[in-house]
């Protein structure tokens, strides 16, 4: 059974209550906002590097594959 969901590494540029805005190689001008409502974020101890999963349509929507 194949998964919607994909996991990208990013770099976090901004963040809100219902938002965060990344990029895959840390460049702000190409980077995007993502609703909270349709990922999960993790971060393993560094403040400006996540992974977001979310619904593989939403990635290529945006994007990032």
């Not at 969901?5 to 702000?28: N, Q």
């Not at 992974?51 to 349509?57: L, N, R």
């Amino acid at each position: 059974m194949k998964s919607d969901l994909v996991d990208i590494a990013a770099c976090r540029h901004a963040e809100t209550e219902s938002a965060i805005k990344i990029s895959e190689t840390g460049d702000a001008s190409k980077a995007v906002w993502i609703p909270k409502s349709q990922c999960q974020i993790e971060n393993d101890g560094h403040a400006n590097f996540v992974t977001v999963t979310m619904p593989e349509w939403l990635a290529i929507e945006k994007g990032l594959v």
